[in-house]
């Protein structure tokens, strides 16, 4: 059975520092890799989304790495502000469609 | 991107009662529909896929007769939490695949259960 586990669950770090969250999974058998942003209350933003046979994403100040054959990911927010304060959710697509999420990350960036 | 709403966005309900929650694509038609339960400070469980015109795959674990789903059409599916419970308070949120890799979103429903 697919798990995947977030490191840190939560981190605080000052405004305009780069900082980096971590996802492990533990089957390689996936489709794709995701992660997401979540507000408090509120649904899911998809911030990136990687391909099995790709090795990274990039978007803005988000880069997102994948390495299926360590079953390990990394979301890497460069110069971070207030606003990026949220819930970030990592989450596996099996064979069958099936979405299997993380724990999550809360990250609260201070001004 | 593709829009998927929710309704209502927050329930309160008596115990014994039913509620209906309903998951619709906006801008696209999705043949399946997810239906996720997030507890505080947990991630999504997937609850059931929602195919439309079939019936619902339930997740290992989910009652079926307790947590009703329907997916009448390419655009909406609605779930039924049957004879709720406290301990069914929860936020629900739902889903829609446009494409075999891509799914949308709802903002989640908010049910408490008293």
């Known amino acids: 059975k697919q798990e995947v586990t977030q490191i840190p669950a939560a981190l605080s770090v000052p405004e305009g520092e780069n900082l980096v969250l971590n996802c492990s999974f533990t089957d390689s058998a996936i489709y794709n890799l995701q992660w997401f942003r979540q507000d408090p209350g509120k649904g899911l933003t998809s911030l990136l989304l990687?391909?099995?046979?790709?090795r990274e994403q990039t978007s803005g100040r988000l880069n997102a790495s994948l390495d299926k054959s360590s079953g390990r990911s990394t979301l890497y927010i460069a110069a971070s502000q207030p606003g990026d304060s949220a819930t970030y959710l990592c989450a596996v697509m099996e064979y069958g469609n099936k979405l299997v999420f993380g724990a999550g990350t809360i990250l609260r960036v201070k001004s | 991107g593709a829009v998927v709403s929710q309704h209502p966005s927050r329930v309160i309900c008596k115990s014994g009662t039913s509620v209906k929650i309903e998951c619709r694509s906006l801008d696209f038609q999705a043949t399946t529909m997810f239906w996720y339960r997030q507890f505080p400070k947990q991630s999504l469980m997937l609850m059931a896929t929602?195919?439309?015109?079939?019936?619902?795959?339930?997740e290992q674990g989910v009652e079926k007769d307790k947590f009703l789903i329907n997916h009448a059409s390419l655009t909406l599916s609605t779930l039924t939490v049957t004879s709720a419970h406290p301990e069914d308070s929860s936020f629900y949120i739902c889903s829609a695949r446009s494409t075999p890799e891509t799914q949308y979103f709802g903002p989640g429903t908010r049910l408490l259960v008293l």
């Open positions: 990687i391909q099995s046979s790709q």
């Open positions: 929602s195919n439309e015109g079939s019936k619902a795959t339930y």
